[in-house]
């Protein structure tokens, strides 16, 4: 890192709520946010917002007649984008905005599909409510923002892409502060057909339906949730910021096909030691891992951080037990966690992981994000 780069707000939607108390809550609890919800006729675990969320979710679509047809994931990224900026100290009208999303549009391009093989033709809204761009771009509408503004999709690390392109423009000059995040409303028929059909998705009744850092499971057990996070990004070192982004990493591996990822993680062992730099492993206190649920998923990401920290390993913890995975979102969600840690000095452990393992201390923790297509980024805060 040429400078430091400050974390001086964040905004998410999540199962787990929307503001920080509620949060931190709902992570003290061991409870997980899932529910049973029909949809396309097939009953699955899912993680659902809940109802006050939704609430706004309604009333901000009425407050506009151009919202009314926007998907959940553009409205999801304007919610957690006020919730970001309303707690900035300094209103910066020319700060850049990057938000991403995996799957975009997915309920709204089901839905145009469906019409066009039932009519054989497209509503006048079809084309401009399904571009992932206009993620970003209704955002920065909403903020009335005047700076740099672009979506992408780098499957589930995508949030945390953002972060990086966001320090990108930072360290260049270019922007003196960036909203970064990911945003997603991935819960419709065929993208849950999608995850059944790469057998990765959770069907157990059990206690813990994703067993996400559950080493000894013996099924998939992913859970898709809905979610959407922004961070604010600052050079400088402030006092008053939430924490400190003191390294990033990124990396890709060869690939045997499109989901898989090597037995040994490699890609997330390039971008672990990079985002640590020249600190030391014993100087690293927790990993908070984007472990989804998944067998294959669990077992690479658990054999990269053994071979980066062969001599001590770090605590180890994960959130999808408690939230699912929010592709796009989930490495924003992951990142809060761990600034919560660091703000409260209190590790969040999973209940029922073998990884119990407390630190000594919170001052250093790694936060990792991997998506289909074997590119990891991992980001290194800390307290200074």
């Known amino acids: ?9 964040i905004g998410t939607l999540s199962p787990l709520g929307k503001s920080s108390e509620e949060i931190w809550k709902n992570y003290l609890s061991e409870d ?9 006729g097939t009953s699955s675990w899912v993680g659902n917002l809940s109802e006050e969320i939704f609430q706004e979710v309604e009333l901000l679509r009425n407050e506009n007649s151009k919202y009314r047809h926007l998907d959940n994931s553009v409205l999801y990224a304007i919610l957690a984008g006020r919730a970001a900026f309303r707690d900035l100290k300094v209103f910066d009208s020319d700060a850049g905005i990057n938000i991403g999303s995996s799957r975009g549009a997915t309920a709204l ?15 006048t809204y079809s084309s401009p409510s399904t571009t992932l761009g206009n993620i ?29 392109n966001a320090i990108a423009w930072l360290e260049s000059g270019m922007a003196k502060s960036f909203l970064a995040g990911g945003s997603e409303a ?53 006092e008053d910021v939430l924490a400190k982004i ?6 890709n591996e060869k690939l045997k096909h499109g989901a898989s990822l090597s037995k040994s993680g490699k890609c997330l062992q390039k971008s672990m030691k990079m985002a640590m730099g020249d600190l030391q492993e014993e100087e690293i206190d927790a990993v908070v891992m984007h472990a989804p649920g998944t067998i294959g998923g669990d077992l690479s990401e658990i054999n990269a951080v053994k071979k980066v920290f062969s001599e001590k390993m770090p605590a180890i913890t994960s959130n999808k037990w408690k939230t699912g995975h929010s592709f796009a979102a989930s490495g924003i969600l992951s990142l809060q966690m761990a600034i919560l840690m660091l703000q409260h000095q209190q590790f969040l452990p999973v209940p029922f992981s073998e990884f119990k393992q407390e630190p000594d201390k919170l001052e250093n923790i790694l936060v990792n994000s991997v998506g289909f297509g074997g590119n990891a980024v991992s980001i290194l805060i800390g307290r200074e």
């Not at 997980?32 to 396309?40: N, P, V």
């Not at 145009?112 to 039932?118: D, G, I, P």
């Not at 992408?152 to 990086?164: D, E, K, R």
């Open 1 to 9: 890192m040429k400078n430091p780069v400050s974390i001086t707000s």
């Open 186 to 238: 991935p819960l419709t028929g065929f993208t849950l057909a999608q995850m059944n059909a790469m057998k990765i998705y959770s069907t157990e009744n059990i206690d813990f339906p994703c067993r996400s850092l559950d080493m000894n499971k013996s099924r998939n057990s992913m859970i898709l949730s809905e979610g959407a996070g922004v961070i604010s990004l600052s050079l400088g070192s402030d």
């Open 246 to 251: 003191k390294g990033i990493g990124f990396a």
């Open 32 to 40: 997980h946010f899932f529910q049973k919800k029909e949809i396309a």
């Open 109 to 123: 391009f089901e839905k145009y599909h469906a019409e066009y093989l039932k009519t054989g033709k497209s509503s």
């Open 136 to 164: 970003s771009s209704w955002v920065a509408q909403d903020l009335q923002l005047k700076g740099p503004e672009f979506s992408h999709s780098v499957t589930c690390s995508t949030g945390m892409h953002s972060i990086l």
